[in-house]
């Protein structure tokens, strides 16, 4: 499965976006805390060269602390990268990225030289607000709908720093299946671009694999109920009430449930991917591709 969603206002902001990079010395990519590897942008790798670059996980009061440092000291690892976890009402951590930058360009901060900087990050992750924290004012509107920002603006911000606003833009196709589930869960993809029902399934079989009891927290439901997706979510709206006539389970209900109250948080502090999990699943893939591969041949 691939899902694509590239309207006309994302291919021209991918465009602008080209055009500009060569006038750019560090991008920063806000990222959501919960999937790193599923909300960062293929286009930001292809696009910034061996340009510095500062990974922001953002949202990191949503997310299991534990598994947020596990990718902090990921990305660090990457070479001309630095790592940050935040959330964006936080003025002082927001503005601690000015900092880092002098940090990554000390030569070009000592020569008092502006340091030219694109934000850059997919729809949903909290760009615009990071934004209005470190102007100091709003300057961008902020919103939680996908793609809200749509043309390019630069801002003088402090010691010396210029930033240039992105729209936030998807990628042509979203290759990764299990990304693509978990940018609908965060609610990077509107919820008409998958069924509402594979994405409560998805999340259900996650939470009871990954967070068992927070789910028998919530919900009241037993780990040895949980062996699948569906009896899972079927349980929990059995225990929520989601029923329609002959006491059957309503899914399409029990769906909304565990959906928004994943995303509002009332599951606590959850991480959708670990860096461990990233490569094991990307193994599989490449292993079923070259599978294919020998298939065409033969």
Known sequence: M????????????RKQIAEAMPNIDIIIEVLDAR???SSRNPLVEQLRGDKACIKVLNKA??????????????FKQIENTDALALTAQNREAVLSLIDRCHALLPKRAEAKRQIRTMIMGIPNVGKSTLINVLAGRTVAKAGNLPALTRHPQQIKLSQGVVLSDTPGILWPKIEHQPSAYRLALGGAIRDTALDLLDVALFAAEFMASAYPSALTERYKVKEELMTDGEKTLAEIGRRRGCLVKGGKVDLYKAADVILSEIRQGTLGKLTFETPDLIEAETAVEESEQEGESTEDKN
């Open 61 to 74: 009061d949503l997310a299991d602390p534990e598994k947020t440092e596990l990718w902090v000291e990921h």
């Open 2 to 13: 691939s899902i694509q969603w590239f309207p006309g206002h994302m291919h021209r902001a």
């Open 35 to 37: 999937l790193p590897y």
